[in-house]
């Protein structure tokens, strides 16, 4: 078995390995929690009191499985086994990662990560999750990076006005009740889109920085461990309870084979991603200052446009209809803006499922050499070419000359 070969690392003579992990011995480290697991405490590892090499853990490892301890005991030593071995791979410091520090100040973190992602996609293609991530990850840092130089406020306080004027049509047609049928983010637009400030973007960048590793901390060691040790690691790796046991049954599905079952554990996958590891982060996030974080996380759901090929920008999925009866009259203001919002899990995950998977999998089955090709691009090219640099002028025009108000 492939773990076979894991263990056998992991159980290399003492002599080949730092002093270090052999002083503080074994029993200094079982039962040890993970307090910045997601990565909201601060910079560096997830427990900064572990061994921070994977070549000192790996006789520690070997040490247990050799007393038979339940792997419940040494299940922090093992996930920080698997995540330095990934960030080491990559060319990550762990210990250094500070998300809050800033997109630019993260760049080499953004794209050591995502190109770590494109290179498993490449060597397995069954890990379809790593590549769509990589490949919306450029969408993604590129966009993080044009908000923090700042030319992105200029732009989104030109929403304001668009917004405003969107909620007076609204208003002088229906009253307080179209309003009401607005999505938040345009009233929050309407509000606040000419007061965000410097330290309100900075704010939300690391936040979604926080977002950005805590992910790559929960799913990349169990890729890694997968690719390394097969099944068997994966196995371990839920047995410490730090996963649930669906987690192993999407790797089976992704190991299988089958193309509905691997489209089916990459989307498990992904559900898991979106829900259970960032899903309360993002309503964080929306909850900043309120109404600033409504307004930004709306502003970002109207100029994301993910670059999988035939995936629909996110202001064109499911655009704003709001209807009201008013005086016996039904009202009904249409408008290209989008009517709902990307840091809303419900709603993201509708639009995640409507576009990106099954999208991103029919490129992996039809349309893999063309994929493949983009993805063995520098990531800095990846990245800068999907820099967002959006003027938002033509397109506020754009808005107001398409919103139609009927009354009937």
């Known amino acids: 078995?492939?773990?076979?070969?894991?263990?056998?690392?992991?159980?290399?003579?003492?002599?080949?390995?730092?002093?270090?992990?052999?002083?503080?011995?074994l029993a200094s480290h079982l039962d040890a929690g993970l307090p910045n697991r997601d990565a909201s405490r601060g910079p560096g590892a997830p427990n900064p009191d572990l061994p921070q090499r994977s070549s000192d853990i790996a006789p520690l490892l070997a040490q247990a499985r050799s007393e038979k301890l339940d792997p419940s005991r040494y299940g922090a030593l093992l996930y920080t086994y698997w995540l330095e071995r990934t960030t080491e791979k990559a060319g990550i410091d762990l210990q250094r990662w500070n998300p809050r520090a800033g997109a630019t100040a993260n760049l080499t973190?953004?794209?050591?990560?995502?190109?770590?992602?494109?290179?498993?996609?490449?060597?397995?293609?069954?890990?379809?999750?790593?590549?769509?991530?990589?490949?919306?990850?450029?969408?993604?840092?590129?966009?993080?990076?044009?908000?923090?130089?700042?030319?992105?406020?200029?732009?989104?306080?030109?929403?304001?006005?668009?917004?405003?004027?969107?909620?007076?049509?609204?208003?002088?047609?229906?009253?307080?009740?179209?309003?009401?049928?607005?999505?938040?983010?345009?009233?929050?637009?309407?509000?606040?889109?000419?007061?965000?400030?410097?330290?309100?973007?900075?704010?939300?960048?690391?936040?979604?920085?926080?977002?950005?590793?805590?992910?790559?901390?929960?799913l990349m060691p169990l890729h890694t461990a997968y690719v390394v040790g097969g099944l068997d690691a994966v196995r371990e790796l839920v047995a410490t309870g730090l996963y649930p046991a669906d987690v192993l049954d999407a790797f089976v599905d992704i190991a299988s084979g089958d193309s509905d079952?691997?489209?089916?554990?990459?989307?498990?996958?992904?559900?898991?991603?979106?829900?259970?590891?960032?899903?309360?982060?993002?309503d964080q996030t929306r909850a900043y200052r309120a109404p600033v974080g409504e307004a930004l996380t709306y502003a970002s759901t109207i100029v994301g446009s993910p670059s999988v090929a035939g995936v629909r920008p996110m202001r064109a999925y499911r655009p704003i209809e709001a209807t009201a009866v008013v005086g016996g009259r039904t009202v009904r203001l249409t408008t290209p803006l989008p009517s709902w919002n990307w840091s809303v899990f419900d709603a993201r995950w509708e639009?995640?499922?409507?576009?990106?998977?099954?999208?991103?999998?029919?490129?992996?089955?039809?349309?893999?050499?063309?994929?493949?090709?983009?993805?063995?691009?520098?990531?800095?090219?990846?990245?800068?070419?999907?820099?967002?640099?959006?003027?938002?002028?033509?397109?506020?025009?754009?808005?107001?000359d398409q919103t139609k108000v009927t009354v009937k």
Do not use: C
């Not at 973190?109 to 379809?128: G, K, M, P």
């Not at 079952?261 to 989307?267: F, L, T």
């Open 1 to 25: 078995m492939m773990v076979a070969a894991v263990l056998s690392v992991a159980a290399a003579p003492a002599a080949q390995v730092d002093a270090a992990p052999a002083a503080n011995g």
């Open 109 to 218: 973190n953004l794209e050591r990560s995502y190109r770590y992602y494109e290179d498993l996609q490449l060597a397995h293609r069954e890990l379809r999750w790593a590549g769509m991530a990589g490949q919306v990850g450029a969408d993604f840092g590129g966009g993080l990076l044009d908000l923090e130089l700042g030319g992105q406020i200029f732009e989104i306080s030109r929403l304001q006005p668009v917004m405003a004027e969107i909620v007076r049509r609204a208003s002088d047609a229906g009253g307080d009740r179209l309003v009401a049928e607005l999505p938040d983010g345009v009233r929050a637009l309407a509000e606040v889109g000419k007061t965000i400030t410097p330290a309100d973007i900075d704010a939300v960048i690391g936040q979604i920085l926080v977002m950005q590793k805590n992910i790559f901390g929960d």
């Open 261 to 282: 079952r691997v489209s089916a554990g990459n989307g498990r996958l992904l559900r898991r991603e979106q829900e259970t590891v960032i899903a309360r982060q993002w």
């Open 351 to 400: 639009y995640i499922n409507a576009e990106l998977l099954p999208k991103y999998a029919w490129q992996v089955d039809h349309n893999w050499d063309a994929l493949a090709a983009y993805m063995r691009t520098p990531y800095s090219r990846q990245l800068q070419e999907h820099r967002v640099l959006f003027n938002l002028g033509p397109l506020a025009t754009s808005i107001l």
